[in-house]
């Protein structure tokens, strides 16, 4: 069955304080990953599609690369605005499996 | 740009009554899905609709029902309510199961 795992399941950083979060999966032919961002009591907000180990996509402080086996989406001098939860999610048939998400808090 | 509009945004109801949310996905989206939420867990998959079809169902209980109207809205019916239905219920729609879904909003369902 297709799983996807994220850690770790809360991060705090300072402001400026870069990081990574992590996203590994286990699926049988990967037909694409999605980052989302979540704030408290809101959809989720899409931030990146990547399809292929190697992919990699930016925008602003983020960027999400993908390999095999895991996804990364980086942190790169986060600012405050940054905190939120991320997910990321798997596409199968008829669905997206989501992981249990990472939330970050960004101390100014 | 239009995104998915969900409707009510809150929703109180009592135990045993009847709920339905509806879901207008982004124009030219063919696929539709719906996810439970309670407090701080990942999204759960519920069903799915690809062209007015159901493509995939996950846990969803029997009291609950859902359909994919001709203009593409969809609508999640909820019978006798109980207190763990209490979530927050998001409709997200795409243009194919390949490329991103996108979110409404969310309906917080609070069942007292």
């Known amino acids: 069955e297709d799983q996807v795992t994220q850690s770790p399941e809360a991060l705090r950083l300072q402001e400026g304080e870069s990081s990574s979060l992590n996203c590994s999966y286990t699926?049988?032919?990967?037909?694409?990953l999605f980052w989302y961002r979540q704030d408290p009591g809101k959809g989720p907000e899409f931030l990146f599609t990547?399809?292929?180990a190697g992919e990699e996509k930016e925008k602003e402080r983020l960027k999400a690369t993908l390999t095999k086996k895991e996804s990364f989406l980086h942190i790169t001098a986060p600012k405050p605005e940054d905190s939120a939860t991320y997910l990321c999610?798997?596409?199968?048939?008829?669905?997206?499996?989501f992981g249990q998400g990472t939330t970050l808090q960004v101390k100014p | 740009a239009a995104g998915v509009i969900q409707s009510p945004r809150h929703l109180i109801k009592e135990k045993r009554e009847t709920a339905t949310l509806k879901c207008y996905p982004i124009p030219r989206h063919d696929t539709v899905y719906w996810y439970q939420q309670g407090p701080g867990q990942d999204p759960q998959f519920l069903i799915s609709f690809y062209e007015k079809m159901q493509s995939d169902k996950g846990s969803i209980p029997d009291r609950f029902s859902a359909q994919q109207f001709s203009d593409y809205h969809s609508e999640l019916n909820m019978s006798s309510l109980e207190l763990g239905d209490s979530a927050l219920y998001f409709c997200?729609?795409?243009?194919?199961?390949?490329?991103?879904?996108?979110f409404g909003q969310g309906t917080r369902l609070t069942v007292v």
């Open positions: 999610a798997v596409v199968d048939t008829g669905k997206l499996i």
């Open positions: 990547l399809y292929s």
């Open positions: 997200a729609s795409s243009l194919n199961e390949e490329t991103p879904a996108f």
């Open positions: 699926v049988s032919g990967l037909r694409g």
